[in-house]
């Protein structure tokens, strides 16, 4: 796998943004998250007067083996029928992208049908989905390191766009399942508490979900029985394993595309369930990742706040979502651009002729 060069912001800016912060014309504190936000964002951007110029927002659709053992109330036609259907406007990223002025690229990294000759869709495609991982791993390393080299590469476009904020969503039945697993593994909770109704799945829909992930969790254990398990080893290579095994390649390339956009000094937006749980595994790679990510949104998922308090991240919406395609992140750019705004906008103390009272 490509490496990346991540590093946590130098540090030496901070007393100067917050300098700045506190001299705005405002009691001290009093914009709260906001005033956090912009701390992160000039910290990233290393400069005291911030930008989130050309946004933009990849949109990566891709097919799951495990979708044939029904664990997901939607079949995977639904994926393909739902790519075109984004290409039209008509979805809710197409909404939330206009309303707020992300550029839309939606992407074909593992979609199982053939959207080669769809304008409006970019061809990324490493396979027509990935393997059943109830049986084997959803993917070779070949393809692993093909995901995240597209994923980097899509970011490079973003920037060559002067994109400073990306967003990225995901369109894949059946996601849900391999977040979940991620989830248990890397924050040592048990399986069951990670498992939720997906797109829409009854009581026993979640239940036959529940037996299929444990069934799969056992396969990847005599898989790797090789290696100990207990406590989870957290070292890079030891990573790369359960991402190839259970991941979707439009997980995998979210993953590269998020570890590039922090390579870069991009702010990266996080969505819901499936897009924390990539975000998870990229602070397993690299913990610096997480310096650039601003957590927007904490769905409707079971799991999810709990996945939330095991990265000690904090979303800025709940809002009860759960229709993925980065709609929850989408909905959330607004408080960051109104930290953004707080910074280049307000006035300070000295020039409003404001006695500073602090």
């Given at each position: 796998m490509r490496k990346f060069k991540i590093?946590?912001?130098?540090?030496?800016?901070?007393?100067?943004?917050?300098?700045?912060?506190?001299?705005?014309?405002k009691p001290k504190g009093s914009l709260g998250v906001l005033e956090d936000l912009a701390m992160q964002v000039c910290l990233v951007q290393q400069t005291l007067s911030p930008s989130l110029s050309n946004p933009c927002h990849l949109l990566l659709g891709g097919d799951h083996g495990i979708e044939r053992e029904g664990v997901s109330v939607s079949p995977r036609e639904v994926t393909w029928q739902q790519m075109i259907n984004f290409t039209r406007g008509g979805g809710g990223v197409n909404m939330f992208c206009r309303q707020h002025g992300f550029k839309l690229r939606i992407v074909?990294?593992?979609?199982?049908?053939?959207?080669?000759?769809v304008p409006g869709i970019i061809e990324r495609k490493i396979a027509r989905g990935t393997r059943n991982f109830l049986y084997e791993p959803a993917m070779t390393e070949e393809q692993f390191d093909q995901a995240i080299q597209t994923g980097a590469d899509l970011v490079d476009e973003c920037i060559a766009d002067g994109c400073r904020v990306l967003c990225i969503g995901e369109m894949g039945i059946a996601n849900t399942s391999p977040s979940s697993i991620w989830m248990s593994l890397f924050c040592?909770?048990?399986?069951?508490?990670?498992?939720?109704?997906?797109?829409g799945l009854d009581t026993p829909g979640i239940a036959h979900k529940r037996d299929i992930l444990a069934k799969a969790y056992k396969t990847y254990m005599s898989y790797k029985s090789y290696k100990s398990y207990e406590p989870y080893d957290e070292s890079y290579s030891a990573c790369l394993l359960p991402l190839r095994y259970f991941g979707g390649y439009e997980m995998i390339t979210a993953i590269g595309a998020m570890l590039r956009a922090a390579e870069q000094h991009l702010i990266i937006l996080v969505d819901g369930f499936i897009m924390t749980a990539c975000a998870l595994a990229a602070c397993r790679l690299n913990s610096a990742v997480k310096n650039y990510m601003v957590f927007g949104h904490c769905g409707d998922e079971s799991g999810h706040r709990k996945m939330l308090d095991a990265m000690n991240a904090r979303p800025l919406l709940s809002l009860g979502l759960r229709l993925g395609e980065g709609t929850g992140a989408l909905c959330a750019f607004p408080v960051l651009d109104s930290a953004v705004r707080m910074m280049n906008e307000m006035n300070n103390f000295d020039n409003a002729n404001i006695t500073k009272y602090f």
């Open positions: 590093e946590k912001p130098d540090e030496a800016i901070r007393q100067a943004i917050q300098a700045k912060i506190d001299n705005l014309n074909d990294v593992g979609v199982d049908y053939d959207l080669s000759a040592n909770i048990s399986l069951d508490e990670c498992i939720g109704a997906g797109a």
